[in-house]
């Protein structure tokens, strides 16, 4: 007589708060038991590995709707792959709007494609016009459907919002019970850099750093803080790149205020100085906003330890390097205003982050697991069916060899873009097994999980992100609908 489905065998349990020797019993892809002795009809060895949860990837953009037609040439299930090789097993990826267009046309074709993929997902919505159709219609619509997360751009053209349209969205949120996730930098100021650097001849892929400065990060997150705050309206900064820009975050909780912090493993181990390579070499490193320096990676690590910044996402977005739709789509002399940004890292998340924080002694594992699994099933409302290890969870596992030094290739990542920016970086750590909802996905690198087999995952609302009730003049001008 056996009790489980599948039995994880004499790992090492890690959650969010403990470390502890047990097996792990699967019934029906959920957890069903956390304890000694465990006996199922298979079983998978995991003596000497950490047993983890899945990773959950809260940013990054796969099969993302283009402008143009068509889509990112990372597709679900490309993308998926790569996640399972990397050990995580839920994504949320982003449904786009086009202006002068609305939302629910493109939320339905991204939902046909997400179909095909191999990990659980969900979606942020963008909002690229904040119309009255989109904000007062489509919205309630979209949030209702379980895309219980807006974002949006205060730079690049033509996604950028400015401050009315901003203030629009972070109200419709709150009218709805969303959460608004903000990619901050300064539109203005860094259109008036880059047109000065352009005059000035200088066009190489190392001035993409140049015409984007911690400043201009810090004043759009400041900016954006302040305007959620006027709202009353709870918000996640992106991909915050170094400590100055944190410090927003830092001020902002102090006054009571409900904001999270995301970071990326490539603000701990690029800098500028990545894209000051020779020719056209500097594009593999290219992403917004830019990688600072040293001091700045460094003092990310303190800033992940204290829970300023409470997740580590992937903010994958791979752009071929040779390749007509890639970093050369206006050519290798492209200024590099012309150079699409962005890096892809859905499978080396996890190891670069356990490498270069775990193994090298940065943070602990339970801190690991907060960033990268429970954390953003928390704030995005996947918990406790993601992000955990207990009775009832998805048993979504990540087994992994915490002694396995690994040199990372492209090969290994498995995604579709040709290359990685991590190409012959030595890590510490690595996943042997992945498991989604009880079946194993990937083992020793093979993915063997079928076209179709991820979820949706439909969020309603939860406690997490409820607006505190603070509002200038104790009036809430968000139930107007202006
Ligand atoms: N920055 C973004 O904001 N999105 C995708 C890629 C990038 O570098
Ligand atoms: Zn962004
Ligand atoms: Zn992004």
């Given at each position: 007589?056996?009790?489980y489905?599948?039995?994880?065998?004499?790992?090492?349990?890690?959650?969010?708060?403990?470390?502890?020797?047990?097996?792990?019993?699967?019934?029906?892809?959920?957890?069903?038991?956390?304890?000694?002795?465990?006996?199922?009809?298979?079983?998978?060895?995991?003596?000497?590995?950490?047993?983890?949860?899945?990773?959950?990837?809260?940013?990054?953009?796969?099969?993302?709707?283009?402008?143009?037609?068509?889509?990112?040439?990372?597709?679900?299930?490309?993308?998926?792959?790569?996640?399972?090789?990397?050990?995580?097993?839920?994504?949320?990826?982003?449904?786009?709007?086009?202006?002068?267009?609305?939302?629910?046309?493109?939320?339905?074709?991204?939902?046909?494609?997400?179909?095909k993929?191999?990990v659980?997902?969900?979606?942020?919505?963008?909002?690229?016009?904040?119309?009255?159709?989109?904000?007062?219609?489509?919205?309630?619509?979209?949030?209702a459907?379980?895309?219980?997360?807006?974002?949006?751009?205060?730079?690049?053209?033509?996604?950028?919002?400015?401050?009315?349209?901003?203030?629009?969205?972070?109200?419709?949120?709150?009218?709805?019970?969303?959460?608004?996730?903000?990619?901050?930098?300064?539109?203005?100021?860094?259109r008036?850099?880059?047109a000065?650097?352009?005059?000035?001849?200088r066009?190489?892929?190392?001035?993409?750093?140049?015409?984007?400065?911690?400043v201009?990060?810090?004043?759009?997150?400041?900016?954006?803080?302040a305007?959620?705050?006027?709202?009353?309206?709870?918000?996640?900064?992106?991909?915050?790149?170094?400590?100055?820009?944190?410090?927003?975050?830092?001020?902002?909780?102090a006054?009571?205020?409900?904001?999270?912090g995301?970071?990326?493993?490539?603000y701990?181990?690029?800098?500028?100085?990545h894209?000051?390579?020779?020719?056209?070499?500097?594009?593999?490193f290219?992403?917004?906003?830019?990688?600072?320096?040293?001091?700045?990676?460094?003092?990310?690590?303190?800033?992940?330890?204290?829970?300023?910044?409470?997740v580590?996402?992937?903010?994958?977005?791979?752009?071929?390097y040779?390749?007509?739709?890639?970093?050369?789509?206006?050519?290798?002399g492209a200024?590099?205003?012309?150079?699409?940004?962005?890096v892809?890292?859905?499978?080396?998340?996890?190891?670069?982050?356990?490498?270069?924080?775990?193994?090298?002694?940065?943070?602990?594992?339970?801190?690991?697991?907060?960033?990268?699994?429970?954390?953003?099933?928390?704030?995005f409302?996947?918990?406790?069916?993601?992000?955990?290890?207990?009775?009832?969870?998805?048993?979504?596992?990540v087994?992994?060899?915490?002694a396995?030094?690994?040199?990372?290739?492209?090969?290994?990542?498995?995604?579709?873009?040709?290359?990685?920016?991590?190409?012959?970086?030595?890590?510490?750590?690595?996943?042997?097994?992945?498991?989604r909802?009880?079946?194993?996905?990937?083992?020793?690198?093979?993915v063997?999980?079928?076209?179709?087999?991820g979820?949706?995952?439909?969020?309603?609302?939860?406690?997490?992100?409820?607006?505190?009730?603070?509002?200038?003049?104790?009036?809430?001008?968000s139930?107007?609908?202006?």
């Amino acid at each position: 007589m056996t009790d489980y489905d599948l039995v994880v065998a004499g790992g090492t349990v890690v959650t969010a708060s403990d470390m502890y020797r047990a097996d792990v019993g699967i019934v029906d892809g959920r957890i069903a038991a956390v304890g000694t002795g465990l006996r199922g009809q298979r079983t998978v060895d995991a003596q000497g590995l950490l047993v983890m949860p899945g990773g959950v990837d809260s940013h990054c953009h796969i099969e993302q709707l283009q402008a143009g037609g068509g889509a990112d040439e990372e597709t679900f299930i490309t993308g998926s792959t790569s996640a399972l090789a990397g050990g995580t097993t839920t994504v949320i990826t982003f449904s786009t709007q086009f202006k002068g267009h609305g939302i629910l046309k493109p939320l339905a074709e991204y939902r046909r494609r997400a179909a095909k993929a191999m990990v659980d997902y969900t979606f942020h919505q963008i909002i690229t016009d904040a119309t009255d159709e989109v904000i007062f219609n489509e919205v309630p619509q979209v949030v209702a459907s379980g895309v219980r997360s807006l974002k949006v751009f205060l730079t690049y053209d033509p996604l950028h919002l400015d401050d009315r349209q901003f203030i629009r969205v972070l109200a419709a949120a709150r009218r709805t019970g969303a959460l608004v996730t903000v990619h901050c930098e300064n539109y203005e100021a860094i259109r008036w850099r880059t047109a000065a650097l352009l005059a000035d001849g200088r066009t190489e892929p190392k001035y993409h750093a140049w015409s984007r400065p911690a400043v201009v990060e810090r004043e759009a997150t400041h900016r954006a803080i302040a305007l959620a705050e006027m709202v009353d309206q709870p918000i996640q900064i992106f991909h915050v790149s170094c400590p100055e820009v944190a410090d927003e975050i830092v001020r902002a909780r102090a006054r009571g205020l409900k904001v999270w912090g995301e970071t990326c493993p490539q603000y701990f181990v690029l800098s500028a100085d990545h894209m000051d390579r020779p020719g056209f070499e500097g594009a593999k490193f290219m992403c917004s906003p830019a990688p600072r320096d040293a001091a700045a990676s460094e003092g990310l690590w303190k800033l992940v330890r204290d829970g300023v910044l409470d997740v580590v996402s992937s903010d994958h977005s791979g752009w071929s390097y040779d390749s007509p739709v890639g970093k050369r789509a206006n050519g290798t002399g492209a200024p590099f205003r012309d150079i699409p940004n962005g890096v892809p890292g859905l499978g080396s998340r996890l190891p670069i982050l356990f490498s270069e924080g775990v193994s090298k002694g940065r943070i602990d594992a339970c801190t690991f697991v907060r960033l990268t699994a429970f954390n953003p099933s928390r704030l995005f409302g996947l918990y406790p069916r993601k992000g955990t290890i207990a009775p009832g969870a998805d048993a979504d596992l990540v087994l992994w060899d915490a002694a396995k030094r690994v040199t990372m290739t492209n090969d290994l990542m498995q995604h579709i873009i040709d290359y990685t920016p991590y190409e012959g970086m030595e890590v510490t750590g690595w996943p042997v097994t992945t498991i989604r909802r009880g079946e194993v996905a990937m083992k020793d690198g093979i993915v063997q999980a079928q076209p179709g087999s991820g979820q949706f995952l439909a969020r309603g609302p939860y406690d997490m992100i409820r607006p505190t009730g603070n509002v200038p003049f104790g009036f809430d001008a968000s139930t107007f609908l202006v």
